[in-house]
């Protein structure tokens, strides 16, 4: 995680969120008072983005402080403490819900990540994500792929070439495509091949591609296409895989699953914010509730 970049952007979620200031906040307490508050699990999932309130806090003023009872990627259940938070009432509250906005995210992912691995069952081919991320939060949910025990496939067009139908389409073929780009790129940037058949990857061999990535292929033609693959090139799956059939691709030998749907349409994690007084009155409930009586625990702003 670049922390640096981290604070440049939640700094521009503040702004976005304060505008001229916070006129519920400012309005209703002084600079001087303080107390404290509790970040609680209202969902079993993983946590991820601990590190974000003392970010926001910092930017805020530095006037509060966030001390976590667990780290990012450890799962909780419903109930559990997060964390508690200390300080400037203004502080908590303005920042609250830029906090929970991105907490609630990056926990979503990184527990639909978790969730995909488990599915998945095959310690040797690894899950990453791809780039189909919210503008502006690619660094949040990349990073939380990581915490729910993924990896990252290329950051965005920079890093990594990946030469899908168009690219190759527009190149005239495979082998001409990748050897414009091989004659142009030092040796630490990968070139990755989309192929869709038994003849576009004998076509990418032949051009020593780095990666093999089969689009929309079933687990039987990623099984029959990794024939005719030498070990030294790295292969990927892509398209059309999700919860519902990942596990039909356990034992196709690829070495990675590059999944879409962990980052473009999650639902976010249930997480909030309680004064400490409202805290101890949602355990009672939680208590109560265990006796047979109802909970009264509702949703935040």
């Known amino acids: 995680m670049n922390l ?24 209703t307490f002084t600079e001087t008072d303080v107390d404290e508050g509790v970040f609680l699990a209202k969902q079993d999932g993983v946590i991820c983005g601990t590190f974000i309130p003392n970010i926001v806090y910092d930017i805020l003023g530095g006037e509060a402080h966030f ?21 400037s009432v203004r502080t908590l509250l303005t920042g609250e819900r830029v906090i ?40 949040f949910d990349k990073y939380a792929v990581t915490q729910g025990g993924g990896y990252n496939h290329r950051v965005g067009l920079y890093d990594g070439v990946m030469l899908k139908d168009n690219h190759i389409a527009y190149a005239g073929g495979i082998e001409k495509a990748v050897k414009k ?10 070139i990755e091949v989309e192929v869709e058949s038994l003849d576009e990857v004998k076509q990418a061999v032949n051009a020593n591609a780095d990666v093999i990535m089969f689009d929309n292929r079933s687990p039987q033609e990623v099984s029959e296409f990794m024939k005719f693959i030498p070990s030294h090139i790295v292969t990927e ?15 196709c030998g690829a ?12 639902t976010a994690l249930d997480i909030s914010f309680n004064n400490i007084e409202k805290m101890k009155n949602i355990l009672n409930d939680n208590d109560n509730t ?12």
């Open 4 to 27: 640096l970049l981290a604070r440049k952007k939640i700094e521009e979620f503040l702004n976005e969120d304060i505008g001229t200031g916070d006129l519920s906040t400012d309005l």
């Open 67 to 87: 001390t976590p009872s667990i780290k990012d990627g450890d799962t909780v259940k419903s109930g559990d403490i997060i964390g508690t938070a200390k300080g």
């Open 100 to 139: 929970l906005n991105l907490m609630q995210r990056m926990g979503a992912i990184a527990t639909i990540t978790a969730k995909s691995i488990a599915e998945l069952n095959d310690t040797k081919i690894r899950i990453c994500d791809t780039r189909k991320t919210a503008p502006g939060l690619r660094l």
């Open 181 to 190: 780009v091989r004659d142009q790129i030092g040796q630490m940037v990968k």
């Open 237 to 251: 799956v892509s398209g059309g895989i999700n919860l519902d059939n990942i596990n039909s691709y356990s034992g």
């Open 255 to 266: 070495d990675y699953i590059s999944i879409g749907f962990l980052t473009h349409s999650v």
């Open 290 to 301: 265990k006796d047979g009586k109802s909970s009264n625990i509702k949703g935040e702003d």
